[in-house]
Protein backbone atom coordinates (compact mmCIF):
# COMPACT_ATOMS: atom_id res chain seq x y z
CA UNK A 1 0.00 0.00 0.00
CA UNK A 2 0.82 3.30 -0.37
CA UNK A 3 2.61 5.36 1.69
CA UNK A 4 0.28 7.99 4.42
CA UNK A 5 -0.34 9.51 7.56
CA UNK A 6 0.47 6.44 9.34
CA UNK A 7 3.18 5.34 7.66
CA UNK A 8 5.57 3.26 9.81
CA UNK A 9 2.87 3.85 12.54
CA UNK A 10 1.84 0.12 14.35
CA UNK A 11 -1.77 0.34 15.80
CA UNK A 12 -3.63 -2.67 17.86
CA UNK A 13 -7.63 -2.77 17.09
CA UNK A 14 -9.93 -4.48 18.85
CA UNK A 15 -13.51 -5.82 17.57
CA UNK A 16 -11.51 -5.89 14.17
CA UNK A 17 -13.27 -9.10 12.89
CA UNK A 18 -15.97 -7.38 11.35
CA UNK A 19 -18.09 -3.28 11.09
CA UNK A 20 -16.02 -0.48 12.27
CA UNK A 21 -12.80 -2.82 13.37
CA UNK A 22 -12.57 -4.80 9.80
CA UNK A 23 -13.09 -1.19 8.56
CA UNK A 24 -10.25 0.43 10.06
CA UNK A 25 -7.66 -1.99 9.87
CA UNK A 26 -8.44 -1.28 6.13
CA UNK A 27 -8.31 2.21 6.29
CA UNK A 28 -4.74 2.21 8.47
CA UNK A 29 -3.12 -0.13 6.34
CA UNK A 30 -3.87 2.19 3.65
CA UNK A 31 -2.44 5.11 5.51
CA UNK A 32 0.75 2.87 5.77
CA UNK A 33 0.49 1.63 9.10
CA UNK A 34 1.28 -2.10 10.64
CA UNK A 35 -2.60 -3.51 12.41
CA UNK A 36 -2.62 -6.07 14.93
CA UNK A 37 -5.69 -7.03 14.19
CA UNK A 38 -7.84 -8.27 17.74
CA UNK A 39 -11.34 -10.28 18.45
CA UNK A 40 -12.60 -13.31 19.14
CA UNK A 41 -11.16 -15.99 17.29
CA UNK A 42 -13.00 -17.48 14.03
CA UNK A 43 -13.12 -17.08 10.57
CA UNK A 44 -13.90 -13.69 10.69
CA UNK A 45 -11.12 -12.76 12.22
CA UNK A 46 -8.58 -14.35 10.34
CA UNK A 47 -11.10 -12.97 6.86
CA UNK A 48 -9.90 -9.16 7.94
CA UNK A 49 -6.36 -10.24 7.74
CA UNK A 50 -6.75 -11.57 4.49
CA UNK A 51 -8.28 -8.88 3.19
CA UNK A 52 -5.51 -6.51 4.50
CA UNK A 53 -2.96 -7.97 3.22
CA UNK A 54 -4.55 -8.68 -0.24
CA UNK A 55 -4.49 -5.30 -0.59
CA UNK A 56 -1.04 -5.20 0.36
CA UNK A 57 -1.19 -3.84 3.77
CA UNK A 58 0.49 -5.84 6.84
CA UNK A 59 -1.74 -7.13 9.24
CA UNK A 60 -1.92 -10.07 11.81
CA UNK A 61 -4.45 -11.63 13.92
CA UNK A 62 -3.99 -11.34 17.70
CA UNK A 63 -7.28 -13.70 19.08
CA UNK A 64 -8.18 -12.42 22.29
CA UNK A 65 -11.12 -12.00 25.02
CA UNK A 66 -10.97 -8.16 25.83
CA UNK A 67 -12.45 -8.85 29.29
CA UNK A 68 -9.47 -11.14 30.21
CA UNK A 69 -6.84 -9.53 31.37
CA UNK A 70 -3.93 -11.66 30.53
CA UNK A 71 -5.60 -12.23 26.85
CA UNK A 72 -5.28 -8.23 26.91
CA UNK A 73 -1.20 -8.37 28.11
CA UNK A 74 -0.58 -10.86 25.40
CA UNK A 75 -1.83 -8.75 22.38
CA UNK A 76 0.09 -5.69 23.38
CA UNK A 77 2.81 -7.94 24.13
CA UNK A 78 2.74 -9.97 20.66
CA UNK A 79 2.54 -6.27 18.73
CA UNK A 80 5.61 -5.55 19.84
CA UNK A 81 7.13 -8.69 19.45
CA UNK A 82 5.97 -8.66 16.12
CA UNK A 83 6.23 -4.81 15.10
CA UNK A 84 8.73 -3.71 17.49
CA UNK A 85 6.07 -1.43 19.32
CA UNK A 86 2.56 0.24 19.92
CA UNK A 87 1.42 3.49 18.08
CA UNK A 88 -1.81 3.79 18.70
CA UNK A 89 -4.95 1.93 20.17
CA UNK A 90 -7.95 1.20 19.16
CA UNK A 91 -10.55 0.01 21.49
CA UNK A 92 -13.88 -0.51 19.33
CA UNK A 93 -15.09 -4.13 20.68
CA UNK A 94 -17.87 -4.05 22.28
CA UNK A 95 -21.43 -5.65 22.08
CA UNK A 96 -24.70 -4.31 22.20
CA UNK A 97 -27.32 -6.38 25.01
CA UNK A 98 -30.49 -7.11 24.53
CA UNK A 99 -33.12 -4.18 23.95
CA UNK A 100 -35.34 -4.24 27.41
CA UNK A 101 -36.80 -1.97 29.38
CA UNK A 102 -34.30 -1.29 32.41
CA UNK A 103 -36.46 -3.00 35.31
CA UNK A 104 -36.47 -6.15 32.99
CA UNK A 105 -32.70 -6.20 32.29
CA UNK A 106 -30.94 -9.19 34.18
CA UNK A 107 -27.67 -9.12 35.98
CA UNK A 108 -25.91 -11.35 33.96
CA UNK A 109 -26.77 -9.58 30.56
CA UNK A 110 -26.09 -6.44 32.33
CA UNK A 111 -22.72 -7.12 33.56
CA UNK A 112 -21.61 -8.70 30.10
CA UNK A 113 -22.59 -5.60 28.19
CA UNK A 114 -19.99 -3.63 30.66
CA UNK A 115 -17.49 -6.62 31.13
CA UNK A 116 -16.64 -6.01 27.18
CA UNK A 117 -17.43 -2.33 26.65
CA UNK A 118 -16.08 -0.86 29.99
CA UNK A 119 -13.46 -2.93 31.50
CA UNK A 120 -12.12 -3.91 27.72
CA UNK A 121 -11.62 -0.44 26.87
CA UNK A 122 -9.96 0.18 30.47
CA UNK A 123 -7.51 -3.23 30.13
CA UNK A 124 -6.12 -2.06 26.81
CA UNK A 125 -5.53 1.45 27.59
CA UNK A 126 -3.55 0.11 30.82
CA UNK A 127 -1.53 -2.18 29.07
CA UNK A 128 -1.16 -0.73 25.66
CA UNK A 129 -0.20 2.99 27.34
CA UNK A 130 3.34 1.63 28.78
CA UNK A 131 4.17 0.36 25.17
CA UNK A 132 3.37 3.53 23.53
CA UNK A 133 4.86 5.76 25.98
CA UNK A 134 7.89 3.86 24.87
CA UNK A 135 7.84 4.90 21.40
CA UNK A 136 7.48 8.32 22.56
CA UNK A 137 4.20 8.59 22.27
CA UNK A 138 0.89 8.09 20.53
CA UNK A 139 -3.00 8.14 20.34
CA UNK A 140 -5.68 5.68 21.87
CA UNK A 141 -9.27 6.35 20.43
CA UNK A 142 -11.80 4.66 22.09
CA UNK A 143 -15.22 3.80 20.24
CA UNK A 144 -18.28 5.64 22.42
CA UNK A 145 -21.47 5.93 20.93
CA UNK A 146 -24.12 9.19 20.55
CA UNK A 147 -25.91 7.00 23.24
CA UNK A 148 -23.46 7.84 25.53
CA UNK A 149 -23.85 11.54 25.22
CA UNK A 150 -27.85 11.37 26.01
CA UNK A 151 -30.37 8.57 27.37
CA UNK A 152 -31.54 6.09 25.15
CA UNK A 153 -34.43 3.97 26.47
CA UNK A 154 -34.08 -0.13 26.02
CA UNK A 155 -30.80 -0.04 26.43
CA UNK A 156 -29.75 0.84 29.80
CA UNK A 157 -26.18 -1.22 29.91
CA UNK A 158 -24.77 -0.11 26.50
CA UNK A 159 -26.08 3.31 27.47
CA UNK A 160 -24.15 3.34 30.87
CA UNK A 161 -21.48 1.51 28.95
CA UNK A 162 -20.68 4.42 26.30
CA UNK A 163 -21.35 6.75 29.20
CA UNK A 164 -18.22 5.15 31.12
CA UNK A 165 -16.24 5.12 27.71
CA UNK A 166 -16.19 8.77 27.62
CA UNK A 167 -15.41 9.61 31.58
CA UNK A 168 -12.52 6.99 31.25
CA UNK A 169 -11.23 8.86 27.97
CA UNK A 170 -11.44 12.07 29.48
CA UNK A 171 -9.59 10.53 32.57
CA UNK A 172 -6.86 8.66 31.08
CA UNK A 173 -5.87 11.89 28.52
CA UNK A 174 -5.15 13.78 31.64
CA UNK A 175 -2.95 11.34 33.47
CA UNK A 176 -1.40 9.90 29.83
CA UNK A 177 -0.63 13.52 29.00
CA UNK A 178 2.80 13.77 30.24
CA UNK A 179 3.98 10.37 28.27
CA UNK A 180 2.48 12.37 24.82
CA UNK A 181 0.19 10.05 24.62
CA UNK A 182 -3.57 11.60 22.96
CA UNK A 183 -6.75 9.87 24.04
CA UNK A 184 -9.90 10.72 22.36
CA UNK A 185 -13.85 9.27 21.79
CA UNK A 186 -15.59 8.92 19.15
CA UNK A 187 -19.67 8.99 19.37
CA UNK A 188 -21.25 7.61 16.06
CA UNK A 189 -24.78 7.61 15.22
CA UNK A 190 -26.66 4.67 14.08
CA UNK A 191 -23.97 2.94 11.25
CA UNK A 192 -24.63 0.23 9.22
CA UNK A 193 -23.39 -3.03 11.01
CA UNK A 194 -24.20 -6.25 12.45
CA UNK A 195 -25.23 -4.71 15.45
CA UNK A 196 -27.37 -2.13 14.44
CA UNK A 197 -29.10 -4.86 12.85
CA UNK A 198 -29.70 -6.88 15.95
CA UNK A 199 -30.71 -3.59 18.08
CA UNK A 200 -33.24 -2.81 15.37
CA UNK A 201 -34.68 -6.77 15.09
CA UNK A 202 -34.86 -6.10 18.93
CA UNK A 203 -36.72 -2.91 19.01
CA UNK A 204 -39.25 -4.49 16.16
CA UNK A 205 -38.74 -7.95 15.96
CA UNK A 206 -41.83 -8.16 13.09
CA UNK A 207 -39.97 -4.83 10.63
CA UNK A 208 -36.81 -4.25 11.64
CA UNK A 209 -36.92 -2.26 8.53
CA UNK A 210 -39.20 0.49 9.88
CA UNK A 211 -36.83 1.29 12.49
CA UNK A 212 -33.99 1.62 10.58
CA UNK A 213 -36.18 3.84 7.90
CA UNK A 214 -37.07 5.93 11.27
CA UNK A 215 -33.29 5.98 12.63
CA UNK A 216 -32.12 7.04 9.54
CA UNK A 217 -35.11 10.17 9.28
CA UNK A 218 -33.67 11.40 12.69
CA UNK A 219 -30.34 12.06 10.96
CA UNK A 220 -30.13 15.49 9.22
CA UNK A 221 -28.13 13.78 6.48
CA UNK A 222 -31.00 11.51 5.76
CA UNK A 223 -28.53 8.17 6.19
CA UNK A 224 -26.39 6.13 8.33
CA UNK A 225 -22.93 6.38 9.32
CA UNK A 226 -20.71 4.12 7.09
CA UNK A 227 -18.26 1.95 8.82
CA UNK A 228 -15.44 3.71 6.36
CA UNK A 229 -17.39 7.17 7.92
CA UNK A 230 -15.88 6.08 11.35
CA UNK A 231 -12.21 4.87 10.49
CA UNK A 232 -12.09 7.95 8.86
CA UNK A 233 -12.20 9.71 11.44
CA UNK A 234 -10.34 7.32 13.69
CA UNK A 235 -6.93 7.55 11.10
CA UNK A 236 -7.12 11.19 11.44
CA UNK A 237 -7.51 11.55 15.24
CA UNK A 238 -3.89 9.01 15.76
CA UNK A 239 -2.52 11.28 12.90
CA UNK A 240 -0.05 13.78 13.29
CA UNK A 241 -2.96 16.06 11.83
CA UNK A 242 -4.37 15.79 15.45
CA UNK A 243 -1.54 16.65 17.42
CA UNK A 244 -2.96 18.84 19.42
CA UNK A 245 -6.72 16.99 20.07
CA UNK A 246 -6.91 15.04 23.33
CA UNK A 247 -10.01 14.47 25.80
CA UNK A 248 -12.56 14.90 23.35
CA UNK A 249 -15.90 12.92 22.84
CA UNK A 250 -16.37 13.84 19.07
CA UNK A 251 -20.29 13.13 17.56
CA UNK A 252 -19.89 11.22 14.23
CA UNK A 253 -23.40 11.48 13.81
CA UNK A 254 -24.30 13.32 10.14
CA UNK A 255 -25.89 16.18 12.69
CA UNK A 256 -27.76 14.09 14.85
CA UNK A 257 -26.98 16.01 17.92
CA UNK A 258 -27.49 19.29 16.14
CA UNK A 259 -30.96 19.01 16.99
Known amino acids: MSEGRLNGKVTIITGAAGGIGRESALRFAQEGAAVVAV ?14 TAAGGRCIAAAADVTDEAQVREYVARAVAEFGGID ?36 GMKHAAPAIAARGGGAIVNVSSVAGLGGTPGIVAYGASKHAVIGMTKTAAMEFAPMKIRVNAVCP ?5 RMMRALEAGMNPEDPEAVHAMMAMSIP ?16 LCSEDAAFLSGAAIPIDGGMRAR
Open 221 to 236: LGRYGEPSDIAALMAF
Open 189 to 193: SPVET
Open 88 to 123: ALLNNAGVEGPVTALTDTDVAGFDRVLAVNVRGVFL
Open 39 to 52: DLPGPMLDETVQLV
